[in-house]
């Protein structure tokens, strides 16, 4: 696989450029800290082993060429963007009382975080295309074994993005605990992931 370093370069561009799966990582770390950060990054690249799978199976191919399997994903993943935003922006209401005490709002529980970062991941039709356009052109076809080539690449995808992810998690815990300092703080910083959110649930529904 000599193109194998081209690859990776390409994929840190992608994975660097804004989209759910790293502006979701930098609110939680803003507005939670940096293990809440890194715990969200652990669950996108989780996510990314199904893409994978769908990929080297050939699944993501039929996602393709059925376009009412494609939307039915992609509304599927804006929806639960949006219920993500929705109950951020209530845990910030609700927590405005216990902010004005200097208690703040309560934090998210980590396995929540996790599992709700891989649930946005795998509702993403997007990363599933990305991945079946992706990937085949840095196939050697002619070197055969192309699942075993596909199935490496995508381990170096996940693995590079688990390591942009976590700097992301680690810089957005730092300027979080600055502002976090504050009792009223996370209450706005919720408000902010929980717009945040929305805003990704709606841009995924649009069209391209």
């Known amino acids: ?12 561009t992608l994975t660097l450029a804004p989209g759910p799966d790293n502006i979701y990582v930098l609110t939680r770390g803003i507005a939670q800290g940096r293990k809440a950060g890194l715990v969200a990054a652990a669950g996108f690249c989780s996510g990314l082993i199904f893409h994978t799978l769908l990929a080297v199976l050939g699944f993501a191919a039929l996602i393709k060429a059925y376009p009412p399997a494609y939307h039915a994903l992609q509304y599927a993943g804006a929806a639960y963007l949006a219920y993500l935003g929705i109950r951020t922006l209530r845990s910030a209401s609700s927590g405005i009382a216990l902010a004005a005490g200097g208690q703040g709002t309560a934090a998210v529980p980590l396995r929540r975080i996790y599992w709700q970062s891989v649930l946005a991941n795998m509702l993403n039709p997007k990363v599933t295309l990305f991945f079946i356009a992706f990937l085949p052109q840095f196939v050697q076809r002619e070197a ?11 381990l170096v995808f996940i693995a590079q993005a688990f390591v942009i992810f976590s700097a992301i998690a680690l810089f957005s815990g730092a300027v979080g605990a600055v502002f976090r300092r504050r009792a009223s703080a996370s209450v706005h910083l919720n ?5 945040a959110f929305i805003g990704l649930g709606i841009r995924m529904a649009l069209p391209e």
């Not at 080539?149 to 995508?154: I, S």
């Open 1 to 12: 696989m000599p193109d194998l370093f081209l690859f990776l370069l390409a994929a840190m």
């Open 191 to 195: 408000r902010l992931a929980g717009c």
């Open 144 to 154: 055969g074994h192309e699942a075993l080539q596909m199935l490496v690449l995508a």
